[in-house]
């Protein structure tokens, strides 16, 4: 399975943009990006996903390199409740296998006040 | 969103009872679900995949005997913890997916922190 490496760690100030990278540099092109992210003490919620344009919703937008290697994560404004740890998850459109979620170790973010 | 829940939220047992975790899909139907488990400070790591109507399909290392998994209906799915011990003590998550969304979106449940004396 393509794998994911992102930081540990980030921290960033309320109010200001957060860009959370994502390498993932064995992607396959029928591998999607998803990005998920657990609050503490809770299960993780979706957040956004692509394949090769960027893509944008109300919680984050979601930049794709052009050869796909890499990703980025943007949350526009932090806000306090989103103090979470945020997953970069390959899912491989095409294989049955590909319905399952792989977590890795994701970076958790701390947001100041 | 989709709403998962799961039951109970928490739950405290002796060592060597069995413990079941339910999980529901509300408002949707879910022939797939899976099961993960988190320690601290660790991230998920996926359990099983539960098919509605069929066995369940085991992560390389998960014993299937000690997980039981029973997906008897489109909006439920258990696990049982047999014989529990205090290694077992973890953050148990479901999730599930809408098949009649496009996206693939998995909806997670809210955990189960099972703690094992």
């Known amino acids: 399975d393509a794998k994911t490496t992102q930081p540990n760690s980030m921290e960033s100030n309320e109010e200001e943009p957060v860009h959370l990278p994502c390498n993932h540099s064995?992607?396959?092109?029928?591998?999607?990006i998803h990005w998920y992210r657990q609050l503490p003490s809770q299960g993780p919620e979706y957040v956004i996903h692509g394949l090769t344009s960027n893509v944008n919703n109300r919680m984050a937008s979601l930049a794709i390199a052009e050869d796909r290697k890499s990703s980025t994560l943007i949350l526009h404004r932090a806000t306090l409740r989103d103090a979470a740890v945020y997953y970069c998850i390959l899912r491989d459109a095409i294989k049955a296998a590909g319905n399952k979620l792989t977590f890795g170790g994701g970076t958790r973010v701390l947001v100041k006040p | 969103g989709a709403v998962v829940s799961q039951h109970p939220s928490w739950v405290i047992c002796k060592s060597g009872t069995s413990v079941k975790i339910e999980c529901r899909s509300l408002?949707?139907?879910?022939?797939?679900m899976f099961w993960y488990r988190q320690f601290p400070k660790q991230s998920l790591m996926l359990m099983a995949t539960?098919?509605?109507?069929?066995?369940?399909?085991?992560e390389q290392g998960v014993e299937k005997d000690k997980f039981l998994i029973n997906h008897a209906s489109l909006t439920l799915s258990t696990l049982t913890v047999t014989s529990a011990h205090p290694e077992d003590s973890s953050f148990y998550i479901c999730s599930a997916r809408d098949l009649q969304l496009a996206s693939n979106e998995q909806f997670f449940g809210p955990g189960t922190r099972l703690t094992v004396l």
């Open positions: 539960s098919n509605e109507g069929s066995k369940a399909t085991y």
């Open positions: 064995t992607i396959s092109g029928t591998d999607y």
């Open positions: 408002d949707f139907q879910a022939t797939t």
